[in-house]
């Protein structure tokens, strides 16, 4: 009888259809394609010489052999959190609470605060970790991560809404346009070509949705892979750029960067959230004072 278990991917893919009854929210749960998961369910069916699953209308539903699975895969993978929840609760209170941050937050946000932090908090030791995928993955390696992001976030994560994002344009008084758009209406940037960043295109648009700019966004001119990148470019006058009012406020004290057309909303928020299922006081201790932290600038 063979002994060799499926992948785990595969295992946590099935978990994923198999509560949601649907490849597309199983997608959105694991955070990757459509496609992966569907791959993931045609390998484990192939490896198991079974069909897992049966369509019915729009939807899916498990077959018996599907149902069995089901039972066993959630049963091991419950057993599995909670042993790792209790080792977590069970651990060195002396270790230091592993907090992912976007590199960009992490460089223009977190670290400037590093020692206020721990002035303020000096019985809870915080470990920085750059997460440069930009986001969800690998949270299961962190106590918790500092996102700028929004719903729908994956079922059993504590979440925390620290504040919402306000996202302006931001210019220095260095760029050789400014005189042309100095004191002229938010419109005025439809015609610039503004800069942006490659790990979120969609910040401009965005943006004027917000503005309640009927017209299409302003044209993208040079793009950077990093926010940070983006911001030291505005601040050395190579144009206008779009970040969210938090990175960008020291600049603003300085003078290095104007925000003539000011900030506005987005959907997303600062959010600390996390995918470790014990329960870690020192969650809320961190979110309190993150949540102040942004409050106060």
Do not use: K
């Amino acid at each position: 009888m063979p002994r060799n278990l499926p992948s785990l991917n595969a295992l946590r893919a099935f978990e994923a259809v198999a509560h949601s009854e649907s490849v597309s929210r199983a997608a959105e749960e694991l955070h990757v394609t459509h496609s992966a998961v569907s791959r993931q369910i045609r390998a484990l069916e192939s490896q198991l010489g079974v069909p897992l699953f049966r369509r019915v209308g729009r939807g899916l539903r498990l077959t018996p052999a599907g149902l069995r699975l089901r039972e066993a895969v959630s049963a091991s993978f419950d057993r599995l959190r909670d042993a790792c929840a209790e080792l977590y609760a069970d651990r060195n209170e002396d270790a230091a609470f592993v907090l992912g941050c976007p590199g960009s937050v992490l460089a223009r946000w977190m670290i400037p605060r590093l020692d206020r932090l721990r002035g303020d908090l000096p019985d809870l030791p915080v470990h920085l970790s750059a997460q440069d995928t930009g986001g969800r993955e690998g949270l299961e390696r962190l106590d918790a991560a500092l996102l700028i992001d929004a719903p729908p976030w994956p079922a059993g994560w504590r979440i925390m809404e620290l504040a919402p994002e306000r996202i302006g344009p931001v210019v220095s008084p260095r760029y050789a346009g400014w005189p042309t758009l100095r004191d002229r209406p938010e419109q005025a940037l439809l015609h610039e070509p503004v800069l942006h960043t490659t790990s979120r295109p969609q910040a401009w648009r965005d943006w004027a949705e917000a503005a309640g700019l009927d017209a299409a966004p302003p044209q993208t001119g040079q793009a950077f892979a990093h926010l940070y990148q983006l911001i030291e470019a505005a601040a050395a006058g190579l144009g206008v750029a779009i970040a969210p009012q938090p990175l960008v406020a020291e600049e603003l004290r300085d003078s290095r960067l104007l925000a003539p057309w000011g900030f506005r909303p987005t959907h997303a928020a600062w959010t600390l959230v996390s995918a470790q299922r014990g329960h870690d006081p020192r969650f809320a201790t961190l979110g309190a004072w993150l949540g102040q932290a942004l409050d106060g600038g």
